[in-house]
Each structure stands twice: as structure tokens, then as C-alpha cells.
């Protein structure tokens, strides 16, 4: 039997054990400052350089002692909810990287570096971008990104499977008529005991190659105002006719779900339309693989349409130190650092490194043809800039152009029925682009 | 009053804290997850009132809704009763006496403690178009197999066979059910001239259907929940999860998908409510209709 007076100790007990558990858990765990120092916070997906960030951030540290850098390590696929968690809990990481991809769906979270860019131009080396770069950091006139790296939509081909067909590497004037009468000659059909050869690969799954070809016959997804879905457009279902038609009419891909698994690396895919320069490194690994890039073949409107993707750094809008942040960003994208990004596979955003690597290529391995690396880059477009564009692309137009190859809907359906799902979604959510 | 004093107190002492703790993370959240279905919700930007535009979205014009409800309700259709008869069936047989029973149950067990995931990328390898095992022994015999896990029509049905490779729990059920049946009833019916069949129908079927309306209840809740089967199944493909062409873009998945990918929180709550009604209904006709063949002994 408790007494009344032992009955009210415990339910003091355990009011003061809920009590410290509510404040334990909901107390804030902003970085304090330590002994003076400004504790700056960023937010990085777990990638090869890490070993390259963390000696560049003790060196920063030890230039900078009043600054605190404190990185969070994030896996690359739980990156965005992380970072959207953070910022739910009123702790959005001072820097974060962001990209062309995540431009626009991140521009709430994004200070306007513009007064820092404008001020601190020469430091920077402004001018050293190329001037697609130099665009893709900005967004409606101001910047927003300060990069350490570039993807560039790019031919890949086989030199090996040249050789043995007969044929001429592809060459800059390349246009889709060539790829395919290419393509077609490079086919070899699998027979007993051998896998075959197809001449070009087809990427499936996400927009990177068919965006490519509906922009090089004219069209594109959104209307300038970005209200409106357009890919019911004539010049968009030229493009994805000529997607499908890879297979169905020219027979120099793969039907749809049978793309051979690591197709190009293992020799059974002559060309690779898009890629991606991450894979340069895999590639170099293989040892009989003798591979070289080329500018995208073009369309029948323009040879621009491939895909010019930075990936930078981005300053929070509720950052509490911008210039110590700044400060940060620069020493994270100068020169002497992009040179690194380079020697490890990375295509150069600064100009004067891109120069010096084409003027001295010795110890160079693939790809051969930087004048195409960099050549491209004229060709190449920004994603279009739509907050929502992944969302859109992955689940609303993607599961549309799946059904296109596997032969369920014909071009002129599935740019219909992309474009009608695309307007109902924009009716009801998404914010038009700006 | 005064002698209730003390029980009172420990009750709230014993299951004060549980309760609070189904309070808070459970009831509060479920509420929270009403008022937002009828939101708009982002999680950085204050949750905003639509009224019923969540609902009459999914319901009229999103393109992924009706596709993920009908991947959902053929899988539920059509795993759920192969799963609880191949349960009962290697139940039936698990529970013949004979040596070595031991060990194959806990063999026929094995799978279900596997993670689900770790399974699923096998499977992916073994049904992989190009280079798969089991394509490769269709080649020995001049079959060309499809692109089971890449193509639309193939993609369901070889879920549903992975699924069918964890049945250990549901079997386990049924193997303590057909332990409470008594011996007796068998032998005065095998004394009496009944056979196999005649036995199972009319001993083990009635005596077991508390059990068998249990895994049917608990087997119908799983399907319509499933989500790291699919999820599995595009990750270890490196396909967007769903597809091809939402051919694997269960309704759970498309939740999920909404809530962390897109941080469509609004209209994930909206999924979750519409997801609990329906879950509601199918458990009150499993009851209604449980009424006709389930037999409880009174």
C-alpha cells in the first residue's frame, strides 16, 4: 500500500523523468560556437573524393582558425531527404552541394551569391568558367552555384568493334542518319556461343538520351512560361519516334528491357549516346576496352540538346556566417582543387585547366579527344528549370516512354498522354517554372 | 472507493507509459496524418489547406494512383491464396511422422528469416534477361526467355514467385493447428472407410479454419502492404522502383515514393487514410464471410 504522500513522490518522478526526456529530445542541436570560432555546416554525399574534402577542409581550417567546418556525411540516395529533414528542423547546413538536376528544386533553401560572385570576380576567376558553365550557375540572371564539376552528354564508342567492322570513327558532322547506318553495320546478332555486338546502346529508365533527341528535333518538355507540358508537340514525337525506332525500325539496339547489362564495358555495345563521365574511371579500368568520345551526332533541327549538368556548392539562405561560408565555397572550387577533381576522371569547368590538358595530354588515358570533351559543351543544354522536373520526368512521363519501347503506345500516344498527365499534375501541385 | 485507489494507480504506473507512448507516436501521429491529408504539405513550408483536392487528385487525375491500386489488388489476388496453400501444403506435409521432420521444417523456415532484400537481388540475378540463370537453362533447351524482370508483363508475376519463397510464418501457424487436431477423429474416420481426401476435408479443413481465416486475414493485410519487395526489386535493378511502366509500383511504394522522395505529405496521408479504409473494409468481409466456414468448436 503506498501512502498518499509516497503516491505523490512518484508521480513527481515520473512528471520530472518525462519532462527531461521532452527536452532531451527536442533540445536544439544547433552547432554552438566554440571559444570564439564561427562552426560553419555542410552537407556532402559520401563519393570517391571524400579523402580529397577532408584534406582540403583541414587545410582550410588551419588557413582559417576562427572557422569550424563541420561536414555531414550523408549516402548519396538519402541526400535530399537529409537535407530536406534539416531544413524541416530549422538547421539547413550552411553549404550544400546542389547541381543543375537539384537547381531548381533546392532554390527555396539558396542565398543569391550573385553580390559575392560580382564582388569577388577576379578571386574566383569568373571569367575562367566557360560560359556554359558560367549559365548553368545561374538561374533567371543571378547565381546560385559555384562549381567543382561537369557531366557533358557525349557519343562513347568502341574503337576496337570500329576496327573490326571496317569502318571510320565517328566524326564531329556526324548526324543520326550516320549512327545509324553505323550502328546497323556494327550490329552482329547473337548465335550459339556468341553473345553478338549491338551498335548502339539505348538508355532506359530515365530521361537522359530521349530528352536529347526530342531537343535535337526542335521540341522540349515545358512552354516558355512553364505551364505547359509540350511534349505532345510534333518536334518532341520526332524524338521519340527516333528513340524507339533505335530498335523497332533500324534493329541497331537492343528491344526494350534487353539492354546487356554493362553493355559497352563488356564489348557488346559498340556506341553509348549520353553516358556519363562519372563512368570514365570504371572504363579505364577494363583493360581491352580501347574507347574515345565524339560530339553528339545531330538531329534534324540542331546538334544542341545533350545535357550540361554542374555540380557545385550552394550558400543556405539562413546561413549564419555567409562570408565564412563564402569563404568555404572558394576555397572548394579553386583551381588547385578542380585539378584534382580532373586527375581523378573529372571534366575541368575551368577553362585554363581544360586548356593545359589539352595542350599537354601525355599520361592521359580515355578519352583521347578533349577538343570533343570541351567541343560539346557548345551543343550541350541546362535540364530545364523546373522545381518539379524530376518528379515529373521519373514518375509521370518515364512509366509513358517505358511503355513506348516495350510497344504498348506509339510516339504520337505516348507524347499525348505524357503531355495530358504532365498539364494535370501542374493544374493541381507545381508552381509554374520560373 | 478508497480500496480501488491503489489498483488504479498501478495500472497507470504499468500502462501509463505504454499507453502514452501509443499516444504520442501512434494516435497523435495518425491524427496529424488526417488533417494533412487534407493539405498541402512539403515539410519545410507550413502545411496549407486544400480541403478534398489530395483525394479528387488521386482519385481522377493522378497517372500512378489507379496503376498502383491494380498492381496491389492482382498481387493480394493472386499471392495471397498461393502463399497460404503452399504454407498449408508443406505444413500438411511437415507434420507426417518420420524422421528428419526437424530438420526439414527448420529448412522450409530458412527463407523467411532471410532479409527481403538480400532475396530479392538474387532472384533479380537468377530472372536477369541477358546472362540469368534461368534464361540461360531455357537457351539449353533453344527456348529464348523474356526480359522477365524488365518487361511489363513479366515483371508481376515474378514478384509474386519471389514473394511465394518466404511462407515460413503462415506455415508455422498451421503446423501448431494441425497439432491441436485429435488423432481419434482420423482413426474413427479411417475405421469408418474415409480416405485421405475425405479426412482433410472434413477433419483437418473445419478443425484448422480458425487458423486458415487467421493466415488469410493476416495474408490479405501483408499484400495490400507490401513495399520492400518492390522497393528491392527496382533498387537492385538500378530501375526507378515501380517500374517498368509502374508494372511493380505497389500502393505502398507509391506512398512512400510520394511522402520521401517528393515530400507530397498531403497527398501521401491522403494514400495512407484511403490505404486504411480499404484495409478496414476487406478485414470486415473477411469476418462477415469467415462466419460461413469458420469453425471455433461451440
Known amino acids: 500500500m503506498l501512502t498518499r504522500h509516497r503516491e505523490l513522490l512518484l508521480w513527481l518522478v515520473i512528471g520530472l523523468l518525462a519532462a527531461a526526456g521532452f527536452w532531451w529530445a527536442g533540445r536544439s542541436r544547433a552547432p554552438a560556437a566554440e571559444e570564439g570560432r564561427k562552426v560553419i555546416t555542410w552537407i556532402v554525399f559520401i563519393s570517391p573524393l571524400r579523402d580529397l574534402y577532408e584534406q582540403q577542409i583541414a587545410e582550410f581550417e588551419r588557413q582559417h582558425p576562427d572557422i569550424t567546418v563541420r561536414i555531414i556525411w550523408v549516402p548519396q540516395s538519402e541526400y535530399h531527404m537529409k537535407f530536406k529533414t534539416l531544413a524541416a528542423a530549422g538547421q539547413t547546413p550552411d553549404m550544400f ?86 550502328g546497323q553495320k556494327l550490329t552482329r546478332p ?7 555486338v549491338w551498335g548502339c546502346s539505348r538508355m532506359e529508365g530515365w530521361w537522359g538520351e530521349w530528352l536529347t533527341y526530342i531537343r535535337q528535333a526542335g521540341g522540349t518538355v515545358f512552354s516558355p512560361d512553364g505551364r505547359r507540358c509540350v511534349l505532345d508537340s510534333p518536334e518532341a514525337i520526332t524524338g521519340l519516334r ?9 534493329h541497331i539496339s537492343a528491344p526494350g528491357g534487353h539492354e546487356p547489362l554493362n553493355g559497352f564495358v563488356n564489348g557488346r555495345v559498340a556506341m553509348l549516346v549520353v553516358g556519363h563521365v562519372n563512368f570514365w574511371l570504371n572504363y579505364n579500368q577494363v583493360p581491352d576496352l580501347d574507347w574515345d568520345v565524339q560530339l553528339l551526332p545531330a538531329g534534324p533541327h540542331s546538334r544542341t540538346g545533350g545535357e550540361v549538368a554542374i555540380a557545385g556548392y550552394s550558400l543556405s539562405r539562413t546561413c549564419r556566417h555567409p562570408e565564412a561560408t563564402w569563404a568555404l565555397m572558394k576555397f572548394m572550387t579553386r583551381p588547385e582543387v578542380i585539378r584534382h577533381v580532373v586527375a581523378r576522371g573529372g571534366v575541368a569547368v575551368r577553362r585554363s585547366i581544360a586548356e593545359a590538358e589539352m595542350r599537354d595530354p601525355r599520361g592521359r588515358s580515355h578519352p583521347q579527344n578533349l577538343a570533343a570533351v570541351y567541343g560539346q559543351l557548345r551543343y550541350s543544354l541546362p535540364i530545364p528549370r523546373h522545381p518539379n522536373f524530376i518528379e515529373i520526368m521519373l514518375q509521370v512521363v518515364q512509366p509513358e516512354v517505358d511503355r513506348m519501347i516495350l510497344g504498348e503506345l506509339s510516339p504520337e500516344e505516348t507524347g499525348r498522354r505524357a503531355a495530358g498527365a504532365v498539364n494535370a499534375y501542374l493544374a493541381t501541385f507545381a508552381p509554374p517554372a520560373p | 472507493m478508497n480500496s480501488r485507489r491503489p489498483e488504479t494507480l498501478w495500472f497507470w504506473l504499468f500502462a501509463g507509459p505504454a499507453l502514452a507512448g501509443f499516444a504520442l507516436f501512434s494516435l497523435w501521429p495518425m491524427l496529424e496524418s488526417l488533417w494533412l491529408s487534407f493539405c498541402q ?101 533453344g527456348v529464348t526467355g523474356p526480359a522477365w524482370t524488365s518487361s511489363p508483363v513479366w ?41 485421405a481426401w475425405a479426412r482433410f476435408r472434413h477433419i483437418t479443413l473445419p478443425l484448422i479454419s480458425p487458423v486458415l481465416f487467421f493466415n488469410v486475414v493476416m495474408g490479405v493485410i501483408g499484400a495490400l502492404k507490401v513495399f520492400d519487395l518492390a522497393y528491392a526489386f527496382g533498387a537492385a535493378q538500378g530501375l526507378i522502383p515501380g517500374g517498368p511502366a509502374r508494372a511493380t509500383l505497389f500502393y505502398g511504394l507509391n506512398l512512400y515514393q510520394q511522402a520521401f522522395t517528393y515530400f507530397h505529405m498531403g497527398l501521401a496521408s491522403a494514400m495512407a487514410w484511403i490505404l486504411f479504409a480499404v484495409i478496414l473494409l476487406l478485414t470486415w468481409l473477411n469476418f462477415r464471410l469467415g462466419r460461413r466456414w469458420v469453425h471455433y468448436g461451440d
Open chain 2, 155 to 195: 515483371a508481376l508475376p515474378v514478384l509474386i514467385a519471389i514473394s511465394l519463397w518466404g511462407f515460413g510464418y503462415p506455415m508455422v501457424i498451421f503446423l501448431g493447428g494441425l497439432q491441436t487436431v485429435p488423432r481419434e477423429l482420423y482413426e474413427a474416420a479411417h475405421i469408418d472407410g474415409a480416405g
Open chain 1, 190 to 196: 547473337a548465335t550459339a556461343g556468341d553473345p553478338g
Open chain 1, 97 to 182: 552541394y546542389s547541381g543543375d538536376v537539384w537547381l531548381s528544386y533546392l532554390m527555396p533553401f539558396m542565398a543569391d551569391l550573385s553580390p559575392l560572385v560580382k564582388r569577388d570576380a577576379g578571386e574566383i576567376g569568373l571569367d575562367d568558367y566557360f560560359p556554359e558553365i558560367r549559365a548553368a550557375m545561374q538561374h533567371a540572371g543571378r547565381y546560385y552555384v559555384v562549381p567543382e564539376a561537369v557531366n557533358i552528354s557525349l557519343l562513347y564508342y568502341n574503337r576496337r568493334l570500329f576496327r573490326a567492322a571496317g569502318l571510320a570513327e565517328p566524326s564531329p558532322e556526324w548526324t543520326w542518319d550516320d549512327l545509324v547506318r553505323a
Open chain 2, 41 to 141: 504539405y512539403d515539410v519545410v513550408a507550413p502545411a496549407r489547406f486544400i480541403g478534398l483536392r489530395n483525394y479528387v487528385y488521386l482519385l481522377t487525375s493522378d497517372p500512378a494512383f489507379w496503376p498502383s491500386v491494380k498492381v496491389t489488388l492482382v498481387f493480394t489476388a493472386v499471392q495471397m491464396p498461393l502463399s497460404v496453400a503452399a504454407a498449408l501444403g508443406v505444413a500438411l506435409l511437415l507434420n507426417q511422422p518420420g524422421r528428419g521432420r526437424g530438420f526439414w521444417r527448420a529448412v522450409y523456415f530458412l527463407p523467411s528469416i532471410l532479409p527481403q532484400a538480400a532475396s530479392v537481388a538474387v532472384f533479380v540475378y537468377i530472372f536477369q534477361a541477358d546472362g540469368g540463370l534461368l534464361n540461360r537453362l531455357l537457351a539449353l533447351g
Open chain 1, 242 to 250: 527516333f528513340y524507339l525506332e533505335k530498335s523497332s525500325k533500324y
